[in-house]
């Protein structure tokens, strides 16, 4: 069962795994795509350069993303992957700016940077994106905003 099937509750392969070529760039690498069927809609699965780590997109964005090839990169601070590609030999973009260019910070809803459906991407501010940050490893109240205030000695929101 892959880590997609255990977040779903309806979850479908559809396709087996196919690799488009890029008729401009025949040597280039390029990622591998099918279909999946996540709650009686088509979703994009794309295997990264670490064939491990794979992400969704909405299908309609394939051809937007089918001549570049995609990595993951993994964000210490929140401990999240989320998806690039590069643009020029020194530009580097992330899948969720390619699509939503005009959105000045981007929140995943569900906490998961791989996950890049419409349905999970929203237009956001600063403290939006805060408050749905995933909790940090050494958290022991379990709620985002909380702190334990020794000289206090009680738990304080931010």
Same mark, same amino acid.
């Given at each position: 069962?892959?880590?997609?099937?255990?977040?779903?509750?309806?979850?479908?392969?559809?396709?087996?795994?196919?690799?488009?070529?890029?008729?401009?760039?025949?040597?280039?690498?390029?990622?591998?795509?099918?279909?999946?069927?996540?709650?009686?809609?088509?979703?994009?699965?794309?295997?990264?350069?670490?064939?491990?780590?794979?992400?969704?997109?909405?299908?309609?964005?394939?051809?937007?993303?089918?001549?570049?090839?995609?990595?993951?990169? !993994?964000?210490?601070? *929140? =401990? +999240?992957?989320? &998806?690039?590609?590069?643009?020029? $030999? @020194? %530009?580097?973009?992330?899948?969720?700016?390619?699509?939503?260019?005009?959105?000045?910070?981007?929140?995943?809803?569900?906490?998961?940077?791989?996950?890049?459906?419409?349905?999970?991407?929203?237009?956001?501010?600063?403290?939006?994106?805060?408050?749905?940050? !995933?909790?940090?490893? *050494? =958290? +022991?109240?379990? &709620?985002?905003?909380?702190?334990? $205030? @020794? %000289?206090?000695?009680?738990?304080?929101?931010?």
């Amino acid at each position: 069962m892959s880590n997609w099937q255990k977040k779903f509750e309806n979850f479908e392969v559809i396709t087996s795994w196919k690799k488009y070529k890029n008729s401009n760039k025949p040597n280039y690498k390029l990622n591998e795509y099918r279909l999946m069927k996540i709650n009686f809609k088509l979703y994009l699965k794309i295997k990264t350069q670490k064939p491990e780590i794979t992400f969704l997109c909405n299908i309609k964005y394939f051809n937007l993303i089918k001549n570049y090839t995609w990595y993951s990169i !993994k964000r210490i601070i *929140n =401990n +999240t992957y989320y &998806i690039k590609t590069n643009i020029t $030999n @020194k %530009s580097s973009i992330l899948f969720y700016r390619m699509i939503y260019s005009e959105w000045k910070m981007i929140n995943y809803i569900n906490h998961e940077g791989c996950d890049n459906c419409e349905i999970n991407l929203r237009d956001s501010s600063n403290g939006i994106n805060q408050k749905n940050y !995933k909790l940090f490893k *050494n =958290n +022991t109240s379990r &709620i985002n905003g909380t702190s334990f $205030n @020794k %000289s206090l000695n009680a738990w304080i929101f931010q």
